[in-house]
């Protein structure tokens, strides 16, 4: 049984840990560490399958095989320096911390030989096993590779891509959960300001919602194409969505995608 530590037990470390948990059949043991103890216990305590571990030097008296690095980004060189202070011979590196390459991941691993490295980016739903998880490698084998994916898969969809596209990747996946959020809240907040209870509208907007993506996606129409269907001549759609396109709704969601995918591009 492969035995998996998580170090970074905040939102998206906590969340990946959840969904991993919640497929039984998934084999594998599951470690949490964090710097912050009171968070880890909180965590830890939570979940009957999470042990936790209270020192890094652990992962050579535990045998742990894949270290999951859930760190922020200021964080990684202090915490890398710390685990190559180890045996990590075999072991499997698996980062999500945003914007630190592969190259830079290995140029903290001095010490090491026969470790593999790969970067991913997952997003917020995996603690709902929703999330879309990226992945990136240079040379790690097909084994360990399948292991990895496997082990996300538990937290929705995986994505093999290459490295260079992380920057974008980041921005229309592991950022998207706030836009969407932020136009959901736009959507119903003006639901309930026109008297509809919180309830009702959350339910109305999440099935429209999802629904009309779903739609869009499998139809195999040109979407601006599928718009111009919907916005029938003196109805009620064709006047909103005037405003969309007077106002540069697209142009601003690319602005906000770019300023995601430039910062997580950039070099820390």
Not at 13 to 22: D, F, P, Q, R, T
Not at 100 to 112: A, G, W
Not at 230 to 253: M, R
Request: neutral net charge; charged residues 25%.
């Amino acid at each position: 049984m492969k035995k998996i530590l998580f170090i970074g037990l905040g939102h998206m470390g906590s969340s990946l840990v959840k969904g991993i948990l919640a497929n039984n059949n998934f084999k594998a043991k599951i470690y949490g560490y964090d710097a912050f103890k009171d968070l880890q216990d909180k965590i830890v305590n939570s979940l009957d399958k999470l042990t936790a571990i209270n020192s890094l030097e652990e992962i050579e008296s535990e045998g742990i095989d894949v270290i999951v690095i859930g760190t922020r980004p200021d964080a990684i060189d202090s915490l890398c320096s710390q685990l190559d202070k180890l045996n990590l011979k075999w072991r499997t590196i698996v980062s999500m911390a945003n914007a630190v390459d592969i190259e830079r991941l290995e140029s903290n691993f001095k010490n090491q030989k026969d470790l593999t490295i790969i970067r991913m980016m997952p997003n917020m739903n995996a603690s709902i096993r929703e999330s879309v998880t990226a992945i990136a490698h240079k040379d790690a084998s097909k084994e360990k590779i399948d292991f990895v994916v496997e082990m996300f898969q538990n937290c929705g969809i995986v994505e093999i891509i290459e490295e260079v596209k992380f920057g974008t990747l980041t921005a229309i996946s592991g950022c998207l959960p706030s836009y969407v959020i932020s136009f959901f809240k736009a959507i119903t907040d003006y639901a309930i300001e026109k008297g509809f209870e919180k309830e009702q509208a959350y339910r109305i907007v999440e099935t429209a919602v999802i629904g009309s993506i779903k739609n869009c996606a499998n139809s195999g129409i040109d979407l601006r194409t599928m718009v111009n269907q919907i916005c029938v001549p003196n109805g009620s759609t064709i006047e909103g969505q005037k405003v969309l396109d007077n106002d540069g709704f697209e142009n601003i969601i690319k602005k906000c995608l770019k300023a995601a995918d430039k910062k997580a591009t950039s070099k820390k």
